[in-house]
């Protein structure tokens, strides 16, 4: 049984607060791009169909961002509640890209202010597609700014510790420690592939329930086409996060793969079961494509749990997270592909049940993935909060009202989820595309104001 | 001049920054509310929506970079403060939340939702308070410092005469800077009656906020003997806060200037807060952290400046754009854009 100390606690509420907090900040970074696309082709090829589509998902964006600014603002303050201990020691080494951060969100907030109120008010409507290039720019380098401080509490750098006092600080370093390449390439590319496949899955409803389906089809084909992109770099990012776990940080790619022994030509195992004694059935096994995957080589050598000392070996349980994030990956990838290479070939129909019913699944399956990703992520660190020098029972708060905060932020996270699903759906529900263009173009006003 | 004062200097400065552009969001919101609620909202309601509609999350990071910035600079506050204001803290980041995302649903989503107003109107009085408790803790007290831990001592804090006249001034503040900042937005957008019922407020909440801020004084000279001797060595900053404060009041009364009359609000506002933390150094919080030993290493300082000069290069032209777009746009105020 876990014992809900207040190490325990303060755990599980960062944990709910990422958890809630990541599906805001995905679509924060990702959606803009979208918006910004949309609203170009529209401009450049006259298809008022697009403008639309970038005024509709900039309409549901502002309500997404307005809870990822609340619940960002409670993972910045509760990194400090929850982690004083930690913060006063690592504040010292990597406070640079949190302050940063600030800085470009402020600059998005600025420019997102301006874009969602002056639609009509240049002559010339390049002018305001140009206040959308901010906005993803700040968002991309917020994401950038906080994943770095991810990546410094896998592989800290940039100073000495000499007799228990930090000293040679090098905040530069410790930003662009080992972890940071990899890790933001991942973070935003995946950022971009969820948004863009959430998009799809509107559109593909759209389309299924039957209502306007030109409006529709224009949708699939952009953010389908953007999904497949993102999600091969995404791969790619994956792929390379891979090799850089196998040289700097051996036990999490070991923990996820249930890599027992250290040996040259490692077998990738897939999927699988864990019995009492460790021993893996029912389970995939690839011959040395783990040694591929992690070095590119066949005959590598890869590190495995034996070298790593038993309180200092994450869950095991990992294995079945990662598992779940590269199969969604794979599966998003392939039907995303799919479609673009149907609407590539004349006879054949893109717009069948089940294709549109695939495409259904893609935006709430990536947003899984994503999840997945992290918790493989933070979990393959424990023991640690900060690889090597600090642990998480020693950078916890020992305040005894964990518990109690805990349950508040639920609440408030359930109502928040509430409130944001009520509100979205009135947004869309009454207001179908087909009629609020009619009513942007011809100025005849049916509804109330919009 | 070492980087505890730039880092000092540069975060009273966000503080105050905050304090302004928070009050006036704070106190339109529970106006918005008020107005509704006595059936006034015809006339006032959509000059607020207006004004809040564009900056609200501009708002929001004045307080996120003052957080950030005090960790960054005097990482020893994140260990102290951290663990002191689980609680307080936990309130006013969900008092926060739902006031930031609510107010996002009522604008974005469903019109007039009285539920939503309510909730807007109530957080804008309750985050001051509860965000005011971090001031009243700085002065020391309040805090059981073993090598357990930090310990808040609730009750110490809950029957202090100096927490409530701390958490009072704090909240009519809100309501005098607000209705004085409307006054000026409302003659400025040429709305009469707008004009002359937030004229009223402004007029009315002058009063409690002379007497609050008088309190406050009292009840320092109980808590914090040392501090409220060291305010006194500032006495002329704090004359000049009440000479500002006297200005704006009599420019607003004779009805005339409402541009410096909020200028005028804002500077009694500035002398009165620096006086405060100028007499209040080297102490964050007292008697167990000062800015000299909490200070963060100078690489990191250095590195904080660096980036909060470029910060600024970016920021500065951008908000000035956003201002002329929205808040000095004549036409714009007036609802014709």
């Known amino acids: 049984m876990i014992e809900l100390d207040s190490v325990m606690l303060s755990r599980m509420l960062t944990a709910m607060t990422l958890i809630f907090h990541i599906i805001f900040a995905t679509v924060g970074v990702g959606v803009p791009v979208m918006i910004s696309i949309a609203e170009l082709i529209g401009i450049k090829k006259k298809d008022k169909y ?7 998902w900039a309409r549901g964006f502002t309500i997404i961002v307005a809870v990822g600014v609340v619940t960002g603002t409670a993972i910045g303050l509760q990194l400090s509640l929850l982690w004083p201990s930690f913060m006063q020691l690592a504040g010292k080494v990597i406070a640079l890209p949190l302050f940063m951060e600030t800085f470009a969100f402020f600059f998005e907030a600025i420019f997102l202010g301006a874009y969602l109120y002056t639609w009509d008010r240049f002559k010339n409507p390049m002018t305001h597609w140009w206040l959308s290039i901010p906005i993803i720019i700040g968002g991309t380098l917020s994401a950038f700014f906080i994943t770095t401080v991810n990546a ?5 750098a940039g100073f000495d510790v000499e007799d228990g006092v930090i000293n040679a600080i090098n905040p530069l370093a410790a930003m662009f420690n080992p972890a940071t390449p990899t890790k933001v390439f991942h973070v935003v590319s995946s950022a971009y592939m969820t948004s863009a496949a959430i998009l799809a899955t509107i559109a593909a409803v759209t389309y299924l329930v039957k209502r306007d389906q030109e409006y529709a089809k224009r949708a699939l084909k952009l953010t389908v086409t953007a999904t497949l992109v993102f999600s091969i770099s995404t791969a790619v990012a994956g792929d390379l996060s891979a090799k850089f776990l196998a040289e700097y940080q051996p036990e999490k790619l070991a923990a996820g793969e249930w890599h027992f022994e250290t040996e040259e030509g490692a077998d990738l195992v897939l999927f699988g079961t864990l019995n009492d004694d460790n021993e893996i059935t029912g389970e995939i096994r690839l011959p040395k494509a783990l040694s591929f995957l992690a070095y590119g080589n066949f005959d590598a050598e890869v590190t495995g749990l034996d070298k790593i000392p038993d309180d200092e070996e994450p869950p095991l349980f990992i294995h079945y997270f990662f598992d779940l994030m590269v199969s969604i990956g794979m599966f998003v990838l392939l039907v995303s592909g799919l479609y673009v290479l149907m609407t590539y070939v004349k006879k054949w129909n893109p717009h069948n049940k089940l294709m549109l019913w695939a495409l259904t699944t893609i935006g709430p399956l990536s947003m899984l993935a994503i999840e997945f990703g992290w918790v493989y992520a933070e979990i393959g660190r424990q023991p640690w909060i900060m690889r090597g020098f600090m642990k998480v029972a020693e950078g916890a708060t020992t305040s005894p009202n964990v518990g109690a905060m805990f349950l508040l932020f639920f609440l408030l996270y359930f109502v928040l989820g509430i409130g944001t699903l009520v509100v ?13 263009l009619e009513h942007l173009y011809t100025e005849v006003g049916k509804g109330g104001e919009r | 001049m070492g980087y505890e004062y730039i880092g000092i200097t540069v975060l009273w400065v966000f503080l105050y920054g905050y304090l302004i552009v928070a009050s006036v969001d704070f106190g339109a919101g529970f106006f ?9 909202d015809h ?12 900056v609200w999350e501009v708002t929001n990071v004045f307080f996120v970079f003052f957080f950030v910035g005090l960790v960054g600079f005097f990482p020893d506050m994140a260990y102290y403060f951290g663990q002191a204001l689980l609680i307080p803290g936990s309130i006013a980041i969900v008092l926060l939340a739902i006031r930031g995302s609510f107010y996002a649903f009522e604008s974005y989503g469903s019109k007039n939702n009285s539920v939503f107003m309510f909730l807007y109107g109530a957080t804008g009085l309750l985050i001051p308070a509860s965000l005011s408790t971090a001031l009243t803790i700085s002065e020391g007290g309040f805090l059981n410092v073993t090598d357990d831990g930090v310990r808040l001592q609730i009750t110490e804090l809950l029957l202090s005469p100096y927490s409530w006249s701390v958490v009072l001034l704090a909240i009519v503040s809100v309501l005098y800077i607000s209705s004085m900042f409307l006054s000026y937005y409302a003659h400025k957008a040429g709305d009469k009656d707008a004009l002359s019922l937030l004229r009223k407020y402004a007029l009315f909440w002058s009063i409690p906020t002379i007497i609050a801020s008088m309190t406050v004084f009292i009840a320092m000279s109980q808590h914090n003997p040392e501090h409220f001797d060291r305010l006194f060595d500032y006495w ?10 006297l200005i704006a009041v009599f420019l607003v009364y004779s009805e005339k200037l409402y541009g410096f009359a909020f200028i005028a609000v804002m500077l009694q506002f500035f002398f009165a807060f620096f006086g405060y933390g100028v007499s209040k150094l080297p102490y964050l919080l007292y008697p167990h952290v000062t800015i000299s030993e909490s200070v963060t290493p100078d690489a990191m300082g250095l590195a904080l400046v660096v980036a909060f000069i470029g910060g600024l290069l970016l920021l500065i032209p951008s908000l000035v754009m956003l201002m002329r777009m929205f808040l000095f746009d004549a036409d714009y105020i007036k609802g014709n854009k």
């Open chain 1, 50 to 56: 697009y403008s639309l589509m970038a005024k509709r």
């Open chain 1, 152 to 156: 410094f509490m896998n592989t800290p």
């Open chain 1, 424 to 436: 979205l759906r009135k947004m869309f529900k009454d207001h179908p595309a087909e009629v609020e």
């Open chain 2, 32 to 40: 918005a509310y008020y107005a509704r609620r006595t059936n006034k």
């Open chain 2, 43 to 54: 006339i006032m309601n959509k000059l607020i929506s207006r004004y809040l509609s564009p």
């Open chain 2, 236 to 245: 002329w900053v704090f004359g000049l806060s009440v000479l500002f404060y």
